[in-house]
């Protein structure tokens, strides 16, 4: 595993205690800002994960594609899928 995909597991791991967090506040009935809050901050994680994997993907699927001449098109498309995805929010 290279270094994005251990940084965006980590992420992911840190969001899901979040989340638990979030549903303890929720069934203790906690301030609804404290829970908004929380839930914004997780988020950002899931957005830093995203990238983190977006960026491995670069670097390694797309490079690979690219220097092996492996329908590099189609990786170009994957991602103007992901992107048109992450701009229609």
């Not at 989340?19 to 914004?40: A, K, L, P, V, W």
Request: charged share 35%.
């Amino acid at each position: 595993m290279n270094e994005e995909k251990k940084k965006a597991l980590q992420c992911l791991k840190t969001c899901k205690g979040q989340i638990e967090g979030i549903i303890r506040m929720i069934e203790d009935e906690r301030y609804c800002i404290d829970i908004s809050n929380q839930i914004i901050a997780s988020q950002a994680i899931l957005k830093k994960a995203n990238k983190l994997i977006l960026k491995q993907h670069m670097n390694h699927c797309v490079k690979s594609a690219f220097l092996n001449n492996d329908d590099p098109e189609e990786k170009i498309e994957e991602i103007v899928e992901i992107l048109n995805k992450l701009i229609d929010k």
